[in-house]
């Protein structure tokens, strides 16, 4: 098959609602570190690993080894059976995790991750309600859509009635009209008025991502989950970090996002990149919270013993290769590199945020003249030229003009400087 032929039979048989990326849309073929090719042999470098998914790289022989392995031996057992790779990952998650987390329920999604973590806080509590932020993204199920506060990724009705949405904290486009430090946090100090005016004045949860990934990369100030974290407390209200995007060293420094803001978790959920692109998430809580679920219940896709393999190598390799500090290094270069080219482009990049090597750069229509206008097209466009030139990133944001770079986190210097070296080309032929 050519990449013609795949496009062909995509159309046929696939959803319409299956969205891809690019007019002619990418057919990746093969992988290795940070570079994939097309069917057609094509390279390209990769800048948005499967969403955050590929999180190490394309085929690291560690994980390749450990996944061979594994299905060698066994390739699948559900939960009904304990199995060594199983209790291993289970293992390295809790001695990763902050604030006693230590107990792991496996699921094959970030969805069932989310949807597992809002359970546990309402079978603990036993409470319904739950708080989550605008612009965020939690998943496809039902539950999900009803926590996912993005119009263009939920289905008509997909509406639970005991969700409630807060402000995020987007602070280059307040919802209040404020400006960070002088605003006192009153995004976060509102959730004190969300849960009195309604809920019934306890809720279950606060979920929220450390950094907003489908929402365009909207990183927080300091100061506000500390905030946010303590009035959902005082109203008996359990915190769930969603780590599926921010997770495993991906900010740089830490190992999860959450660990950059000051609270300790009370629930953390994590997918994507804890496997290196295998199909695999997990919900940690303690032990306390974990017992609250007393009836019967299986997963028969979490916990597969080849995803876990893939689990343990992964968590294997960032701490053998110290990839958190990695990141933080490669990262503030691309930072850097990004901050340079707003004031190369200072009408059509608005603002750059993220930390590590999760960053955005959001595209309005006259930065410079005032105007912050969204320009979604400016990031079609912009995608378009990157893709011409052989880089690959990611789209976001409620208006669908954020592009969001996340190599894998074994991304070099040097492959840094290439991309932005692309995507400064890129910029100049969208304003030229």
């Known amino acids: 098959m050519n990449s013609h032929d795949v496009r062909r039979l995509q159309h046929d048989h696939m959803w319409p609602c299956t969205i891809t990326y690019y007019e002619e849309p990418v057919v990746l073929a093969e992988g290795e570190g940070v570079r994939v090719k097309d069917l057609d042999g094509r390279e390209y470098l990769d800048f948005f690993g499967g969403i955050l998914t590929t999180s190490i790289g394309h085929r690291v022989p560690e994980i390749t080894r450990a996944v061979h392995d594994q299905v060698d031996r066994i390739v699948h057992s559900s939960t009904l059976y304990p199995s060594a790779p199983v209790v291993r990952l289970a293992e390295r998650i809790a001695h990763s995790c902050p604030g006693g987390l230590d107990q792991t329920f496996f699921t094959s999604s970030g969805t069932d991750a989310d949807e597992t973590a809002v359970m546990v806080c309402q079978a603990h509590t036993g409470r319904l ?119 495993l060293g991906r900010t740089g420094q830490k190992m999860w996002g959450a660990e950059h803001f000051g609270v300790v978790p009370d629930v953390m959920t994590m997918a994507k990149g804890i496997a290196n692109g295998l199909p695999l998430g997990a919900t940690v809580t303690r032990p306390e919270v974990a017992s609250s679920i007393t009836g019967l219940t299986i997963s028969t896709f979490g916990g597969n013993p080849v995803a876990c393999a893939a689990g343990c190598a992964t968590f294997d ?110 910029l100049s032929d969208v304003t030229s």
Request: proline content about 6%; hydrophobic content about 40%; glycine content about 10%.
């Open 129 to 247: 309600e739950v708080i989550a932020l605008r612009h965020c993204y939690s998943g496809r199920s039902y539950l999900a859509q009803s926590l996912t506060a993005h119009a263009p990724w939920r289905t008509a009705a997909m509406t639970l009635p005991f969700v409630r949405h807060a402000h995020a904290p987007y602070c280059y486009r307040c919802d209040l009209g404020l400006t960070y430090p002088n605003c006192d946090l009153r995004c976060a100090r509102d959730i004190e008025q969300l849960i009195r005016t309604t809920t019934a004045g306890e809720v279950a949860a606060f979920i929220a991502e450390p950094i907003l990934g489908v929402g365009g990369f909207v990183t927080p100030p300091p100061g506000y989950f500390e905030v946010a974290v303590d009035i959902v407390r005082q109203h008996g209200g359990l915190f769930i970090s969603d780590e599926v995007q921010t997770g």
């Open 317 to 426: 390799y960032i701490q053998d290769h110290s990839l958190p500090a990695h990141v933080d290094e490669v990262g503030t270069a691309l930072r850097e590199g990004l901050v340079s080219l707003k004031a190369d482009f200072p009408r059509l990049v608005g603002d750059v945020r993220g930390m590590g090597l999760m960053q955005g750069i959001e595209l309005v229509v006259d930065e410079a003249g005032g105007d912050r206008t969204p320009d979604p097209d400016a990031a079609v466009r912009l995608m378009e030229a990157t893709k011409a030139r052989g880089l690959l990133v990611g789209k976001g944001g409620l208006y669908g003009n954020v592009l969001r770079l996340a190599p894998p986190m074994m991304v070099s210097g040097d492959d840094v400087s290439k991309g932005l070296a692309i995507l400064a080309e890129a």
